[in-house]
């Protein structure tokens, strides 16, 4: 049986190199991963890690989609936590609209950086990963249109409009996250959400070792 497999990039820098450097070989890995047959490549978020070149995950995905013309292009994943659904729903609505059927939407709870840090990205307003599952939802009602009635946002149509909407992965990466993950899944009815030809999932985020001859830290290769 074949197991399709995909890239999970944390665009290191290596000692001596650039932050643009490692920005650009993540660029250069992904059109070898597509060469090569992976079926995903996605792009971690991390923030105030000097060893760590992107916390833009979102940006670097177009970057990286416009290298690449077949592979799944992704993030793993956006930290949720931090921002609107709607601001993350459009802009991957966006994304799916430059790229249709090549985005998908990870995200997570992981802090990606230390409180302070936190505090700053969120305004000073950082509540944790506490309001997740609500967020969750939220995004899911933004890139469907499914907001329930008497949601306090459910007149508010994210743009731009698309008869497609990226996958969405909830990622669990510790004996904590992935039960939560899983739960916060099932409340948001994730894995009903979508059509039989597109469905929802939440998966464990799996890593392993990429291929040998590619062996930077920060970068892995996991099952999908």
Do not use: N
Not at 23 to 36: D, F, M, N, P, Q
Not at 73 to 96: C, D, H, N, W
Not at 137 to 146: A, H, N, V
Not at 210 to 218: E, K, N, T
């Amino acid at each position: 049986m074949r197991v399709p497999l995909g890239v999970l990039d944390q665009s290191p820098v290596i000692s001596g190199h650039s932050p643009a450097r490692a920005i650009a070989e993540t660029v250069s890995l992904a059109r070898l991963a597509e060469e090569l047959g992976y079926s995903r490549y996605w792009l971690a978020e991390h923030h105030a890690i000097a060893a760590l070149a992107d916390p833009s995950p979102e940006i670097l995905v177009a970057r990286v989609a416009s290298a690449t013309s077949r592979i799944r292009v992704g993030t793993g994943g956006v930290l949720l936590p931090y921002y609107s659904p709607l601001k993350i729903a459009e802009q991957f609505r966006m994304l799916e609209a430059l790229f249709p059927g090549r985005i998908d939407l990870g995200i997570g709870r992981a802090p990606g950086g230390d409180p302070r840090t936190a505090l700053a990205l969120a305004d000073g307003e950082y509540q944790g990963a506490e309001h997740m599952p609500q967020q969750v939802q939220d995004l899911i009602g933004f890139l469907d249109r499914s907001l329930p009635a008497g949601h306090p946002y459910v007149k508010v149509r994210a743009q731009p409009a698309g008869d497609t909407s990226p996958e969405i992965w909830l990622l669990g990466s510790s004996d904590y996250g992935s039960p939560r993950s899983s739960a916060c899944a099932s409340r948001s009815r994730i894995s009903s959400a979508r059509s039989e030809a597109r469905p929802w999932r939440a998966p464990t985020a799996i890593s392993t070792s990429l291929r040998s001859a590619s062996r930077d830290p920060g970068r892995s290769c996991a099952c999908s």
